[in-house]
Each structure stands twice: as structure tokens, then as C-alpha cells.
């Protein structure tokens, strides 16, 4: 199964993207959780203040289906 | 409330937009929370439009490395008080206003006494913590509150009202790990400001909030908007507890 993890701000070099400037391709095995993929890639949860797909908040719970397009929002908090 | 002749010339090429309620403008009372790059350009429009009464508290001293962002300030203000600064500004702008500036640094303590009596806490902060401060005032006096945050080229707001909405807490619980200084694209807290305003008037004359359970994201890199649904969260520190009197 196929999925792309996007991501901005300073979570944007840790996603390390390869598809274009915020998106990374994962090829993952079966279902899994947001957090057991982010634990896959190497890339702590810590660094994920919110997490979105399809326009609707997730949690590190969710399990993506094939082709899914996963964001992970950085901590924003400047003013 | 009636206006007078003055009022009437000054806002004369608003009084006629659809919806436009001047009257409640005069009557509204709004705090601003920090007045840099978000609370700066909101408490600006807020000003002009007319809001009656607008309390904006910043404790901070205006700085070189601000000035990228932060529009009312000159090279001149360096070192002076960011509150007094704007408060002159807007009064310049509008004299038809009350402004009061306030120094205080916001703390668990005062964030309540800060906000009493206003009709509506825009933020205008720098830090998720005091944002979390605030949000809880905004619950325990049932005054809502418009969230506005930038980082880089992402900026994002919303509108918390519980119970009849989620609060910031059900969305963002604990203090994040956001490097500092944050990076900002230079107009990106104008943009989120300025929609801060729109909202925000809109809200004091109408009472609506479309953003409400909803977090609005702009990408400024790519210039995009999206916007993200999201619900109240069962067991939240602040507004999963019992409900307050005057809710």
C-alpha cells in the first residue's frame, strides 16, 4: 500500500519529501497506524502538532488506506 | 447607541455595506492580546472600523527583528512599549475610540481580569502556553475566543466557544515544541490578522462565527487555503469540565 506524508514548516526537512517540496512517497506493509509509520521513517511524533487527511483532524491512531495524502502540521505558534 | 456626524463621514464608505452594523461596532468591546504581527493589524482594522472600546495588552518592548513583520512600529520605537505605541497609533487613526493599553505580562492569574467585560479576546500572542492561558479565561467567562498563529509560511486561525464549540485545548492540549524564534514570512501575519479582523467584525455584528469547529489553514508558499474540521474533544482539561455559570 502506498501513502504521502506532507508536510511544511521545519517538519518539512525532517519528512525528508521526495515527490515534490512537502511530499514524501511510503510504501507500508498491511495496515498501520499514523504513529507506527512516523515510528517506520524515523521521524518523532513529538515534531507533529496536528495531523490531517482529506480535510478532517486525525490523531496518531488513524490507519490511512492505499493512496491516501496524509499532512502533518508542525507547531505553529509565532504572532 | 447613535452616531454622530463625524462618525457618520468617517465611516461613511462602510455604513452601506450589506449586513453593515455600525451601532453594535460602537457598543463592542474587543481585547487584543499581544499587538505584533497578528494583534497589530487586527487591532489596526478593528480601530478603523469602529469598534467602541478595544483593550490590547502586550508586555513586550518593540525590537530591531520585529520590524520585518510588525507595521505600526519604525526603527525609532526600538525599546519602547509595544501597548503605549499602538494605543497612540490607533487613536491617531481613530479618536472616535476608546483605547486602553495595558503593559501586563499575561498570567494564569490575570488572564481572566484582562479579559473581563469585553465581548470578544482576539490573540495576538507569540506562544502556544499563554495562548492556552487565555483560552481558559475565554471558557470560565463564556467570551469567545478568535485564534490566530503563524510559523514560516503556515498560518492558521479558528473561533472557540464551548460548549457550543471545541476550545483550543480539544484541538492543541500541551505546549509544543516550536523552535524560537520562529521563522515568519514577513506579510503572513497581515494576512492572518487581517482575517482575524474579518471575523472578528463580523462576529461582533452579527454574532455568526463560520470558522467555528473548524481550523482555517493558508500555506503563503504555495497560496493556498484549506480548511480542517474538527470536533470537541471528550475529556478536555479545559471545556470537558463541568460548565460554568453563565454559560
Redesign the interface.
Given at each position: 500500500m502506498t501513502i504521502f506524508l506532507r508536510a511544511?514548516?521545519?517538519l518539512r526537512a525532517m519528512l525528508k519529501p521526495d515527490i515534490d517540496h512537502y511530499t514524501r512517497k511510503v510504501e507500508i506493509d498491511g495496515e498501520k497506524t499514523i504513529g507506527e509509520i512516523l515510528k517506520d521513517i524515523s521521524l518523532d511524533p513529538?515534531?507533529v502538532?496536528?495531523i490531517?487527511v482529506d480535510?478532517?483532524?486525525k490523531d496518531l491512531s488513524f490507519r490511512p488506506s492505499d493512496g491516501q495524502t496524509i499532512?502533518l502540521?508542525?507547531?505553529?505558534?509565532?504572532? | 447607541m447613535s452616531l454622530s456626524t463625524s462618525e457618520i463621514e468617517r465611516y461613511q464608505r462602510q455604513l452601506t455595506v450589506d449586513g453593515w452594523n455600525q451601532e453594535r461596532l460602537k457598543s463592542a468591546r474587543a481585547l487584543v492580546v499581544?499587538v505584533?504581527?497578528?494583534?497589530g493589524v487586527s487591532a489596526t482594522y478593528l480601530a478603523a472600523a469602529g469598534v467602541g472600546y478595544l483593550r490590547i495588552c502586550d508586555s513586550d518592548r518593540v525590537e530591531l527583528s520585529n520590524l520585518n513583520r510588525q507595521i505600526l512600529f519604525t526603527t525609532e520605537d526600538i525599546g519602547k512599549p509595544k501597548a503605549a505605541l499602538v494605543a497612540q497609533r490607533l487613536s491617531a487613526q481613530n479618536p472616535e475610540i476608546k483605547i486602553e493599553p495595558l503593559s501586563d505580562k499575561l498570567t494564569e492569574t490575570n488572564a481572566s481580569e484582562l479579559a473581563s467585560g469585553c465581548d470578544l479576546i482576539i490573540?495576538?500572542?507569540?506562544?502556544?502556553a499563554d495562548?492556552l492561558k487565555l483560552n481558559k479565561a475565554s471558557f470560565d467567562l463564556n467570551i469567545p475566543f478568535l485564534y490566530?498563529?503563524?510559523?514560516?509560511?503556515?498560518?492558521?486561525l479558528s473561533f472557540f466557544h464551548p460548549p457550543e464549540t471545541a476550545c483550543l485545548a480539544c484541538?492543541?492540549p500541551e505546549e509544543?515544541?516550536?523552535?524560537k524564534p520562529?521563522p515568519?514570512f514577513g506579510p503572513l501575519?497581515g494576512a492572518i490578522g487581517s482575517l482575524q479582523a474579518t471575523l472578528a467584525l463580523r462576529y461582533l455584528m452579527t454574532g455568526e462565527h463560520p470558522v467555528s469547529n473548524t481550523?482555517l489553514?493558508f500555506?503563503a508558499?504555495t497560496t493556498v487555503f484549506?480548511?480542517?474540521?474538527?470536533?470537541r474533544r471528550p475529556g478536555c482539561g479545559v471545556c470537558g469540565k463541568t460548565v460554568p455559570s453563565g454559560h
Open positions: 511544511g514548516g521545519q513529538a515534531y502538532a496536528l490531517y480535510g478532517v483532524m499532512t502540521q508542525p507547531p505553529v505558534s509565532g504572532g | 499581544g505584533g504581527g497578528l494583534g490573540d495576538g500572542l507569540d506562544n502556544h495562548r490566530g498563529a503563524i510559523n514560516e509560511w503556515l498560518g492558521q484541538l492543541l509544543l515544541q516550536d523552535p520562529t515568519v501575519p481550523l489553514v500555506r508558499d484549506e480548511t480542517v474540521r474538527f470536533e
